[in-house]
Nanobody, 121 residues
Framework: QVQLVESGGGLVQAGGSLRLSCAAS????????MGWYRQAPGKQRELVAV???????NSADSVKGRFTISRDNAKNTVSLQMNSLKPEDTAVYYC???????????????WGQGTQVTVSS
C-alpha cells in the first residue's frame, strides 16, 4: 500500500510564509512527477506546482515568484515553500505523486489527504 502524508499547513497572516511537506511511504518501485494542487471552497482543484524526478519545475502563474517546489528523491519527499502569502491562497493543499508500484506496471496518481492553508488579511 502507498501513502502520501502531508504536513505543514496552518493559519498565517497575509505576507507570511508556510512550508508544506509530503512524504511517500509503502511499497513501490519508483516515483515520477510530484506536485501540489489546491482546492478552494466552491472551486475546482488546480495545479500549484509540479517537479519532475530530474528537478524540472512548473508552477501556476498565480504563484510564480512566491512559491518554490523541491524534492528529495532519496527520501521520497516533496516540499512547497510558500512566501508572500495572500488571502486568495487559502485552500486545501494536496500532494500528488505519479508512482509505479511494480517494475512492470505503469505510473498511477496518488494523493495525500490534504492540508488546510488559511491566509488572513
Amino acid at each position: 500500500q502507498v501513502q502520501l502524508v502531508e504536513s505543514g499547513g496552518g493559519l498565517v497572516q497575509a505576507g507570511g510564509s508556510l512550508r508544506l511537506s509530503c512524504a511517500a511511504s509503502g511499497s513501490f518501485f519508483s516515483i515520477n512527477d510530484m506536485g501540489w494542487y489546491r482546492q478552494a471552497p466552491g472551486k475546482q482543484r488546480e495545479l500549484v506546482a509540479v517537479i519532475t524526478r530530474g528537478g524540472s519545475t512548473n508552477s501556476a502563474d498565480s504563484v510564480k515568484g512566491r512559491f518554490t517546489i523541491s524534492r528529495d528523491n532519496a527520501k521520497n519527499t516533496v516540499s512547497l515553500q510558500m512566501n508572500s502569502l495572500k488571502p486568495e491562497d487559502t485552500a486545501v493543499y494536496y500532494c500528488n505523486a505519479q508512482i509505479k508500484r511494480y517494475i512492470n506496471s505503469g505510473y498511477s496518481p496518488y494523493w495525500g489527504q490534504g492540508t488546510q492553508v488559511t491566509v488572513s488579511s
